[in-house]
């Protein structure tokens, strides 16, 4: 008798045991629909074994393996339950975050390719089943399948053989069908390459020297440097060793442009995309062409790190710095860090690219264990001229120096783009009593609401609240209830009194939210539709605007001291990106950046544009204080309704840790950086240790003492290698 050992998306870190008459081996990897409490669930089997310590009398019978779908296969679990362990999540629920959406359910069996799939319309969804006649049983059958997700023809054919049912839904405007693309039209001959200068392909030569072992590598390229070409070239290779190549990107928005460039240079190879914008069945198909080893490239954001390759040659990770490569919350995993395991589980080279890499990447390189490869000059235009504005000596109006007034209205009046690029860190207007200082605050965050001006409306950017203005000041009566700071649409409207006649476009997650808003702006943007962009961090990553010859940046000051010992290294990472916006189509671009320091070190660093000099100053800084790279470090977070007992939570769970003789070093207790969010409480614990083993050793015992203790009102986790505090 075989039993089956299957991961649950259910928050307790334990596998559940199944009896299963009919399973072998053969079927690990594979979905399994079982019995969950008075529910049914799906899982993925990760073991088939023919014991377990549960008595067979409590033992249930899963109900039906799934065997529509070739397994995940083991290296793939194995990259899996490595990522449950060192990030201490629940396996199932690392599983199923990594399996598409469709494939957490039963309801839907995978549609084929090239056939329609029937979706439910505005007016379906608003449709109410009692709206239907009593004994139209079918029809309500099919209403409920719908609101489950598309119907795919095949299965609609088995479950709805009455095909004028089908069509009098759409004749009634419930139901829509759609093509699914079997096949895109007849593709043109490739692009060529450009022919690569001497750094670049001595970093193509070294990567491909090295494919077919385990060999990670840090891309060190300035902006505008061909980093890209560099990526395009390994991947080349990596098809003709008939391997597929991973390609990682921090931002949805980056991967059309990615994409048109990857299908033009390998017209003939097939190419998907795997990111949390695609439609479900979009997600479903492209994973199951690579998981089929039909999609021979696949790029992707953090989540496709995951994504089952089974003949993996080439992990790339562009811009591997970002952040967003770290998930904030709940499997709170660095898709970069995974990367470089699941290079190491493959046997196959890993590239991290990027002019201003995380320090822990630079630590590596430095220190031998990663292979440095570097480009150093600029391809096209020289390098950008960055300089300081000393806002000390030049007031400002709206936000805005005289210097950089006059400098954009030369660059509009030669018909050139400029940038306005507004540091959205603490830089949102916020509503504010200037009689009594009352400030706009949520009430269920320590966090201001921010003022969006066209509908005159305050957003909690924390929690989603959204309320409106008040007419009065709350605490003295005061009307005259003015906005501070500078967002994004108080730049761009005294933008357009200060530059009458420029065309203004403002480009921020307001304006970019529709789906296809962004894709219209960069048409816009390349036509020469508009003089100056006005923006926040979506413009400052990978876009190429050859138009584009001037950067103003304002606010970057508050992050040279935040007590977050991070910001200044992710500011330095910024700014250089943004700049390199700056004169990419031949002519030597310029970068003013408004500061209150501009003698800081940083800012030197920047104007001389030389990452190696920064970051070895930082590193010995950070060597001298104790902080990571050469610490490594895990946050104990907990959330409760009251401060109080997140708090006594961790005191207890500090003293569970000190019980464990483990060689850590143990922090306080401390309320969070925003310490409510959505009306709890936050609190956290930090632990460190300079052995990174030593770390992990210590975290599983703790984790276990704190899974086992008694039950706490305040809810907790665990995030290891934490970005932000
Ligand atoms: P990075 O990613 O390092 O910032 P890109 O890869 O975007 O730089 O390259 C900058 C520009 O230079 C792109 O337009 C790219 O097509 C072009 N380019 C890259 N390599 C070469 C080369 N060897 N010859 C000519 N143009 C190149
Ligand atoms: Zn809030
Ligand atoms: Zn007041």
Redesign the pocket.
């Known amino acids: 008798m075989s039993i089956l050992r299957v991961a649950l998306d259910v928050p307790v870190a334990t596998l559940f045991d199944y009896i299963a008459p009919d399973a072998t081996e053969a079927d690990t990897g594979r979905r399994v629909l079982v019995p969950f409490g008075k529910k049914q669930a799906v899982g993925i089997i990760v073991e088939v074994t023919d014991s377990s310590e549960v008595p067979a009398v409590r033992l249930k019978t899963a109900l039906c393996v799934l065997r529509d779908l070739p397994p995940l296969a083991d290296e793939d679990l194995q990259l899996m339950r490595f990522a449950s362990d060192y990030y201490h999540h629940p396996l199932g629920a690392v599983v199923m975050s990594a399996l598409p959406t469709r494939l957490r359910r039963f309801a839907n069996p995978p549609t084929p390719r090239g056939s329609a799939t029937y979706l439910l319309t505005a007016a379906g969804m608003a449709l109410e089943s009692s709206a239907l006649p009593p004994r139209a049983h079918a029809q309500r059958r099919l209403l409920e399948r719908l609101r489950q997700g598309p119907l795919g023809h095949a299965e609609a054919r088995v479950l709805f053989p009455e095909t004028l049912l089908l069509q009098r839904f759409v004749a009634r405007g419930w139901i829509r069908a759609q093509e699914t693309e079997a096949g895109k039209s007849p593709l043109p001959g490739a692009t060529p390459a ?4 001497a750094e ?1 392909a001595r970093a193509v030569a070294e990567i491909c020297a090295q494919l077919g072992s385990f060999r990670p590598f840090l891309l060190l ?1 300035i ?7 560099v990526y395009l070239h390994a991947i080349s290779a990596t098809l003709s060793a008939d391997r597929q190549a991973l390609l990682l990107v921090p931002e949805i928005a980056l991967t059309p442009q990615l994409e048109a460039l990857v299908e033009s240079r390998f017209p003939h190879i097939c190419t998907v995309s795997l990111h949390s914008g695609l439609s479900e069945t979009e997600r479903l198909e492209h994973w199951r062409a690579a998981r089929d080893g039909r999609a021979r490239i696949v790029l992707g954001t953090r989540l496709a790190v995951f994504a089952p390759l089974p003949e993996l040659g080439l992990i790339v990770v562009d811009e591997e710095q970002d952040s967003s490569f770290k998930q904030g919350e709940g499997f709170r995993y660095s898709a970069r860090d995974l990367a470089v395991i699941r290079a190491r589980q493959r046997g196959v080279p890993v590239v991290l690219g990027s ?1 201003t890499p995380a320090l822990e990447t630079y630590h590596n390189a430095a220190s031998g264990r990663y292979t440095q490869l570097i ?1 150093s000059s600029r ?2 235009a020289p390098p950008p001229r960055i300089s300081c504005i000393d806002t000390r000596g030049d007031p400002l109006a709206d936000g805005l120096s005289g210097r950089l007034l006059t400098a954009l209205r030369e660059r509009v009046g030669s018909n050139e783009q400029a940038l306005v690029f507004i540091n959205r860190r603490g830089y949102a207007p916020v509503l504010m009593c200037r009689s009594c200082g009352w400030l706009s605050g949520c009430h269920r965050c320590s966090a201001q609401l921010v003022l969006h001006l066209p509908e005159r409306r305050l957003h909690c950017h924390h929690c989603g609240h959204i309320a409106p203005p008040p007419i009065a000041c709350p605490d003295c009566g005061n009307p005259d209830l003015a906005p501070v700071g500078h967002g994004t649409q108080r730049v761009e409207e005294a933008l357009a009194r200060h530059l009458p006649g420029a065309r203004i476009l403002r480009i921020d997650r307001d304006t970019t939210r529709r789906r296809r808003a962004w894709a219209d702006m960069r048409k816009r943007i390349q036509e020469r539709d508009v003089d100056v962009l006005v923006g926040t961090q979506i413009l400052a990553k990978g876009h ?1 605007f050859p138009h584009l010859n001037l950067v103003g940046v304002l606010n970057a000051d508050s992050q040279l001291y935040s007590s977050d010992f991070r910001a200044a290294e992710r500011l330095f990472a910024l700014l250089t990106q943004v700049a ?1 916006r700056a004169g990419r189509g031949g002519t030597q671009g310029e970068v003013l950046i408004q500061t209150e320091f501009p003698h800081h070190p940083l800012y030197e660093a920047l104007r001389q544009q030389d990452y190696r000099a920064y970051a070895e100053a930082t590193l010995a800084e950070r060597r001298q204080a104790g902080f990571p790279p050469f610490v490594h470090q895990a946050l104990l977070r907990a959330e409760a309704p009251r401060l109080a007992i997140a708090l006594e939570f961790l005191a207890g769970a500090a003293r569970t840790a000190r019980t464990i003789n483990a060689g850590v070093t143990l922090y306080d207790p401390v309320p969070a950086a925003l310490p409510r969010r959505a009306g709890r409480e936050r609190a956290q614990l930090l632990v460190q240790s300079d052995s990174r083993q030593r770390l992990r050793d210590f975290l599983g015992a703790w984790h276990a003492a704190l899974a086992q203790a008694r039950a706490t009102p305040a809810r907790w986790s665990l995030d290891v290698d934490p970005l932000e505090f």
């Open positions: 450009p022919e690569l200068n670049q390229g902006t505008g440097s061909g980093k890209t070409e002019a480009l391809i096209g190429d390199g």
